[in-house]
């Protein structure tokens, strides 16, 4: 079991119940509250986020080269369209 | 590696390959750049299509040996994972099309997308035994989109590509289904064997390779494909009318009779391999103009 930390902060945030009927459902439900449990990835969860955070960058900078190196290519045909 | 086969790599080897056989037997040219970009926009567009397929079809697939190793139902992807990336993929590829090559390309893209997904997987497959018929002309599209990627429309011969794929997929698919009806007929997939009986299938298998294997012969009445294409199309569609007529006299599919399924794997196996050569031969003639041309048969 995780200790409960003694930050005012928290224990204030805490003490803050969440509204009944619609009010609260749209003005606090989505209100994170502190419970001072933390989730702890293991070795291979860690790297897995890793490897995905990796794989979705290396997509984004591929996907920003394409987009450049076709706009280059339909500028260069266009303009030896429109040069002869 | 797992978002790999979420993309269903062996479905996208051929539908890239017809792809790129319509992209190289259209007429004109394409900066081979943007001709490549466009066969990657087709690759992804069929990965995003069968991860959203995955996607619907978990709870089916879980109940099937054929599929249940897929990364959704054996819960190595999240199903909101495969829903955002398959998602998030058709939007790309059909961004790519319409940058790289013609509207209409990236139109057929989409459409074809929307066609699998919607009209297939979450309608048809579950509700009516022509499901294959009918979403069978999703996997049609590949050439024709990859004709319109250069011309910017679709011709006639386009269609007759569409059309070759499009009569094939039944008797290719029926084939398979002969031996996996019953996890079908468990997961509640109105497949033909499942509804109508190992008998009607066999029966209509016949018919569908009847029509198929004389209009493989098409590309030749229009001058698309040439000699060597009609060399191919013709001993492959004896080939394929052979294992055709072979399941047809079999009991293939039947209860208790598994010695006859042999002939149905066969028959499976012949009709990959005549899509494959014909696509291939249409990309060797229209790819290597010197072999095509002395031949005087149709046109480059």
């Keep these: ?84 | 590696m797992d978002f790999v086969r979420l993309m269903k790599p062996r479905v996208m080897s051929l539908v890239v390959f017809t792809a790129l056989a319509g992209l190289v037997a259209a007429p004109g040219d394409m900066h081979p750049f943007t001709a490549a970009v466009a066969i990657l926009a087709v690759a992804l567009g069929s990965g995003a299509a069968g991860a959203l397929n995955m996607w619907y079809d978990a709870d089916i697939d879980r109940l099937m040996a054929r599929t249940a190793h897929r990364p959704v139902p054996a819960g190595l992807i999240a199903p909101a994972d495969a829903l955002g990336f398959g998602l998030i993929m058709s939007v790309i590829s059909v961004m790519l099309m319409a940058l790289a090559a013609t509207p209409l390309a990236a139109a057929l893209l989409a459409f074809s997308i929307v066609f699998y997904v919607v009209i297939y997987t979450m309608w048809l497959k579950r509700s009516t035994a022509q499901n294959i018929v009918i979403g069978g002309a999703a996997g049609a599209f590949p050439p024709v989109i990859g004709w319109a990627a250069v011309t910017g429309n679709a011709p006639i011969d386009a269609w007759i590509l569409f059309g070759l794929i499009f009569l094939w997929t039944p008797p290719h698919f029926w084939a398979l289904s002969l031996w996996t009806s019953k996890e079908y007929a468990r997961a509640g997939v109105p497949m033909l064997p499942v509804t109508r009986g190992a008998a009607e299938t066999r029966r209509q298998i016949l018919i569908y390779t009847l029509i198929v294997a004389p209009f493989g012969l098409a590309p030749v009445a229009t001058g698309l494909g040439g000699w060597i294409y009609l060399v191919v199309a013709s001993l492959g569609g004896i080939a394929f009318l052979y294992g055709a007529v072979r399941v047809f006299f079999s009991r293939a599919g039947d209860d208790n009779v598994r010695a006859d399924l042999r002939r149905a794997h066969v028959l499976f196996g012949i009709s990959i391999i005549y899509l494959f050569a014909l696509f291939a031969a249409l990309l060797i003639e229209h790819a290597l103009p010197m072999v095509y041309w002395p031949a005087g048969l149709g046109a480059g």
């Design chain 1, 1 to 84: 079991m995780a200790k409960e930390p003694s930050n005012p902060t928290i224990e204030a945030s805490a003490a803050v119940q969440p509204r009944a009927g619609l009010a609260g459902a749209v003005f606090d439900s989505h209100e994170a509250i502190f419970t001072g449990e933390y989730v702890t990835l293991t070795a291979e969860q860690a790297k897995a986020r890793k490897h995905r955070g990796q794989w979705i960058a290396l997509g984004l900078i591929t996907f920003c080269i394409l987009i450049f190196l076709i706009t280059m290519t339909r500028m260069g045909q266009n303009l030896m369209v429109g040069g002869s």
